[in-house]
């Protein structure tokens, strides 16, 4: 009998190397990536075999993610495993072999700051049946530290107005007259492109740090 070999996303080592000491957010009780709180919660790199443990059906509690295929599933994993570009973190519950947190960082490679990276963190999302375990914070901040521990020179999120208060709690901040976020939308059947902004100052349908765009999605409840 064929054994099938699992294979991560990027190197799970890494996340153990992080220091949460270093993270401004306040866990009562302290938590880490290495030592999530429970003894069957598991904070790890997505694996190709996560298309059996409920990831998409996870993300589908954000947006729409469409009747993708394995195949499907194993072909995007490829490529943004050959890429090097995408960190994609998952919360596992190890008792039911369950995806039940994640979060995306995306790095960008700039000609700007001496050919520097940014992170972008995108597709955050906590299955809210573990409400009270401090997982979406754990989330954030793994995927947050783990820019820093790849020497991004920033980390850049959309959010709505609701969450800006538990992203400052930790450490993001607002951007003085950089409040605005617009879009272009390419995935509806329209002659013409579409232009949406909104704004804090206008309160304009509440949503002034919405992004939503094909080529940045910032759709979760922490980053709509």
Not at 11 to 39: C, M, T, W, Y
Not at 61 to 76: D, E, K, M, S
Not at 187 to 199: F, I
Request: hydrophobic content about 35%; some cysteine.
């Amino acid at each position: 009998m064929v054994q099938y070999t699992e294979t991560y996303l990027y190197d799970p080592n890494v996340l153990l190397k992080l220091d949460f000491h270093r993270s401004p957010a306040k866990f009562q009780p302290f938590i880490s990536a290495a030592n999530p709180g429970e003894s069957w919660l598991r904070v790890r790199p997505l694996k190709d075999t996560d298309y059996d443990r409920g990831f998409l059906q996870l993300l589908s509690q954000l947006t729409n993610v469409g009747n993708i295929t394995r195949t499907q599933f194993l072909t995007r994993f490829s490529q943004m495993k050959a890429s090097g570009d995408y960190y994609v973190t998952v919360i596992e519950d190890t008792r039911k072999g369950e995806i039940i947190g994640a979060a995306s960082l995306i790095i960008e490679r700039k000609f700007i700051h001496n050919c520097a990276v940014r992170g972008r963190l995108e597709d955050v999302v906590v299955n809210d049946t573990y409400r009270g375990k401090q997982l979406g914070k754990l989330i954030v901040v793994t995927v947050s530290l783990l820019a820093e521990h790849l020497g991004c020179y920033k980390m850049s999120l959309d959010c709505k107005d609701k969450l800006i208060k538990f992203y400052e709690s930790l450490g993001y901040a607002l951007i003085p007259g950089n409040s605005n976020s617009m879009t272009i939308r390419y995935d509806e059947d329209t002659p013409t492109l579409k232009r949406n902004s909104t704004s804090a100052a206008t309160g304009a349908a509440g949503d002034a740090y919405q992004t939503n765009s094909q080529f940045y999605n910032f759709f979760s409840p922490f980053c709509y």
